[in-house]
């Protein structure tokens, strides 16, 4: 565990770096993490991974900012994350929640 709530490996990862940054720990939220998972599901179910995926089938969560990533390790895609300018502020950003949902190859991240 790394900060001050039970998570999974990846959110542990994702503190690790932002404590690195000097940003405050996120936890992760049940209801965020029922919505993740949905996108997820949606996202291998129809193959549609686009952000005009997202906002057509979840318009109106309470949703901040999405990550997407396929075929990664868990490591691996925070490291790709943060590789990428928009990805990378989704990670460091002012967020207190935050929901990773895998299912087959895809991983979605969210934050609010």
């Known amino acids: 565990m790394f900060g ?6 990846i959110i542990a ?3 690790r770096v ?10 992760p939220d049940k209801k965020l993490q ?3 998972q949905r996108r997820a599901d949606y996202i291998m179910r129809t193959n549609d991974y686009s952000h005009e995926g997202f906002l057509n089938e979840f318009e109106g969560k309470d949703v ?5 990533a396929r ?10 994350w943060m590789n990428s300018p928009l990805h990378k502020g989704n990670l460091l ?8 949902a895998t299912s087959g ?3 979605v991240l969210w934050v609010k």
């Open 4 to 9: 001050p709530c039970i998570q999974p490996p």
């Open 13 to 15: 990862h994702i503190n």
């Open 18 to 27: 932002r404590y690195e940054y000097h940003k405050t720990f996120v936890c």
């Open 34 to 36: 029922t919505e993740a």
């Open 64 to 68: 901040r900012g999405e990550n997407l």
């Open 71 to 80: 075929v990664y390790g868990e490591g691996e895609v925070v490291e790709a």
């Open 93 to 100: 950003d002012d967020w207190s929640e935050i929901a990773v």
């Open 105 to 107: 190859v895809y991983t």
